[in-house]
């Protein structure tokens, strides 16, 4: 959340300075300005867990995700910084007869995105590649057989850890500079357990809509 609050202030303090400033690219006058929009969506995630040679794919499990981003031009509106700030759930799903087991942890999420773009009559396609940086808040794991079920925190005291990593790429467009849909593909880096044998990790892909301001 601080590291957001600074990329608005610095791009509140852009704006403030560069608001009417633009430059003739593609036969079009391009706007320069510092904008901020508003995003939410569908995830589909689940998790990987992998210990030496041997590797498995929990099933997958269906979220959401809303935020907010800030887009900053970096060179010539080619090139962007887009930092945002999503609250997101996760998870995995596996069921078999009359077994079932379900987590869905949710977290804060930091994305920092560098954006190529490229504008072509009303609309602007973006190629997104970055990091992104998590903490868990909430999320439980349930588990159900023959009617039966438990459930307990995700994040627990033997649980999972609060924080997750890893790079995000993907892909959108932009239409008339307002109306947005795209898609992330997040790859986690961060182990979820304390375990230095196996090794477990999110996945996620993402379709977003979003409006910019």
Known sequence: ??????????????????????????????D???????RAG?????????????????????????????DVPLAK????????LYFTQKGSKESEGKYEYKVNPMYLEIPILFSGRYTFGKAQLQVNFGPYF??????KEKETEYGDTEKWDFFGDDGAKRFDAGLSVGAGVTIVKHYYIGFQYEAGLANLYDDSDEKTRNKNFMISVGYNF
């Open 32 to 38: 320069m300005s510092v904008h901020f929009g508003i």
């Open 42 to 70: 569908l995830n589909v995630s689940n998790i990987k867990s992998k210990e030496g040679s041997y590797s498995e794919n929990w099933g997958s499990s269906v979220g959401y995700h809303v935020g907010v981003i800030a």
């Open 134 to 139: 998590a903490v868990g808040v909430a999320g």
């Open 77 to 84: 509106n080619y090139f962007y910084i887009t930092p945002g």
């Open 1 to 30: 959340m601080a590291a957001f609050a600074t990329f608005a202030l610095a791009a509140s303090a852009q704006r403030a300075s560069s608001s009417h400033t633009s430059f003739r690219g593609a036969s079009q006058d391009v």
